[in-house]
């Protein structure tokens, strides 16, 4: 079995570097999958994107590739309400948080799946900090309540408002760690914490994301990420769908 959560972390990791996405959003289904329960695998997962898309933002801050600016309001706001949300998870029964996972990975697919590429010149070049900030409070409340780090709704929000994709996976990757971690607290103080599958993952996700991110900034395009994490989340969304059928 740790074996098996290691390979799965690490590939995990890897593929959702490419668009700078905690790979949690994955992992917590598969955990849930090995028989798991929902509210362990999620500080695991936790844990695991801190641990991931802090190797992936050293890469981008070595790189030059992040923007402090547009990152700074989407941090300070994930990380104070992904606290409110691992909070309020503890009130809510586990179907209702398993409808709520599937219905944001449906979310997140279509995003990926349907965004148009623009032209260079049309991306968004200004930083609107009240929508910034309102990104950031919604992430860190889902972060929270799911354990999924927020990166994928981070992502598909940012794309909306005209950010240029690779801009958007380094301010995502260096955001998702804040919100995480302070998730992964609270759920540590509620008791929820198991240390041996989540240093097993954490392992696994931490060279899965540095691999990942040196691949997708050097040697991919980026619209064909964005279709790869868009049918992974789909068919991961499907497979929730049945299971709670």
Same mark, same amino acid.
């Not at 079995?1 to 959560?5: F, G, H, N």
């Not at 949690?24 to 844990?47: D, E, H, Q, R």
């Not at 971690?181 to 097993?200: D, E, P, Q």
């Given at each position: 079995?740790?074996?098996?959560?290691f390979f799965i972390?690490?590939?995990?990791?890897?593929?959702?570097? =490419?668009?700078?996405?905690?790979?949690?959003?994955?992992?917590?289904?598969? %955990?849930?999958?090995?028989?798991? #329960?929902?509210?362990?695998?999620?500080?695991?997962?936790?844990?695991?994107n801190t641990v991931?898309?802090?190797?992936?933002?050293? !890469? !981008?801050?070595? !790189?030059?590739?992040?923007?402090? @600016?547009?990152? +700074? /309001?989407?941090?300070?706001?994930?990380?104070?309400?992904?606290?409110?949300?691992?909070?309020?998870?503890?009130? +809510? /029964?586990?179907?209702?948080?398993?409808? =709520?996972?599937?219905?944001? %990975?449906?979310?997140?697919?279509?995003?990926?799946?349907?965004?148009?590429?623009?032209?260079?010149?049309?991306?968004?070049?200004? !930083? #609107?900090?009240? @929508? =910034?900030?309102?990104?950031? &409070?919604?992430?860190?409340?889902?972060?929270?309540?799911?354990?999924?780090?927020?990166?994928?709704?981070?992502?598909? =929000?940012?794309?909306?408002?005209?950010?240029? /994709? *690779? *801009?958007?996976?380094?301010?995502?990757? $260096?955001?998702? /760690?804040?919100? &995480?971690? &302070?998730? $992964?607290?609270?759920?540590?103080?509620?008791?929820?914490?198991?240390?041996?599958?989540?240093?097993?993952?954490?392992?696994?996700?931490?060279?899965?994301?540095?691999?990942?991110?040196?691949?997708?900034?050097?040697?991919?395009?980026?619209?064909?990420? @964005? @279709?790869?994490?868009?049918?992974?989340?789909?068919?991961?969304?499907?497979?929730?769908?049945?299971?709670?059928?």
């Open positions: 079995m740790d074996i098996l959560i972390a690490f590939i995990a990791a890897f593929l959702f570097a =490419l668009g700078g996405i905690g790979a949690a959003i994955i992992l917590i289904p598969i %955990l849930v999958s090995l028989g798991i #329960p929902v509210n362990t695998a999620k500080p695991v997962g936790l844990f695991y991931s898309m802090a190797g992936a933002s050293y !890469n !981008n801050i070595r !790189n030059k590739r992040l923007d402090l @600016k547009a990152g +700074i /309001p989407i941090i300070i706001f994930s990380f104070l309400f992904a606290i409110l949300g691992a909070w309020v998870s503890e009130f +809510i /029964p586990s179907r209702i948080i398993l409808l =709520l996972f599937i219905a944001f %990975l449906l979310f997140s697919s279509g995003m990926y799946l349907f965004h148009k590429k623009k032209d260079e010149s049309h991306y968004r070049q200004d !930083n #609107p900090y009240i @929508k =910034l900030g309102l990104i950031g &409070s919604l992430a860190g409340l889902l972060s929270g309540l799911l354990g999924v780090g927020g990166g994928g709704i981070i992502s598909p =929000l940012m794309l909306m408002l005209g950010y240029h /994709p *690779k *801009k958007i996976a380094a301010i995502t990757a $260096f955001v998702v /760690p804040f919100s &995480s971690f &302070s998730a $992964f607290v609270t759920y540590w103080i509620m008791g929820h914490v198991n240390w041996h599958i989540m240093w097993i993952a954490s392992a696994g996700g931490l060279g899965g994301a540095i691999l990942g991110t040196h691949v997708m900034h050097n040697h991919l395009n980026q619209q064909t990420v @964005k @279709k790869i994490l868009a049918v992974i989340l789909l068919g991961m969304a499907v497979k929730m769908i049945l299971k709670v059928m």
